[in-house]
């Protein structure tokens, strides 16, 4: 079962009393309880109480390394609030590898369009993904102007292709890419 749309993460008290219920509702073993986030707001000890409540996977997403490239991902533009946004995920990232990888699935979703971010920076963004654990799930999603971005163009199949290899080139094993012809990896 996954928790998707919107944030879900933005109302905590909710979304822990929904794991838990999902929890108590579904007492099989093999249930999944994904949740589905920007990370931006999950610290450590809200990404131990959603542990604590019953989720087994979740899917954080980063977007980016530099604040500009946040920013023009996000259309976050506020003085201050793009680079600490930005840091929250990475330090959420780093978190969830450190303290759950082998016990959660945690599966790093990469935003990319070449007009909001270089394969430059997916590669640099690639390789500190690797360094926390070249076994890390990370999914590339081929951001499209349906996204809230009526100003860009869809990335091509084989630009795809280009962001898969760029990211394995960092270290990753475990790649997949989203594109319009469907997925493709890991391998």
Known sequence: MAISGGECTLNRRWLVHYLTELRRLNRDDAARLHVD?????LTPDYIDELVEAGMTDIGPDVKGLTTATFMRITNVHDALMPSKLLETEWNAVRYLVDRYFGRIFIGVGITYNPSLISLDEIHRMGLKLANMEPGLQVCALDYRPEFR???IKKPSFSEMVQVKRVLEDAG???V????ERGHIGPG
């Open 37 to 41: 986030t920007n990370a931006v707001i």
């Open 149 to 151: 971005r009526q100003d």
């Open 172 to 174: 990753l094993r475990c």
């Open 176 to 179: 997949i890419c989203q594109t």
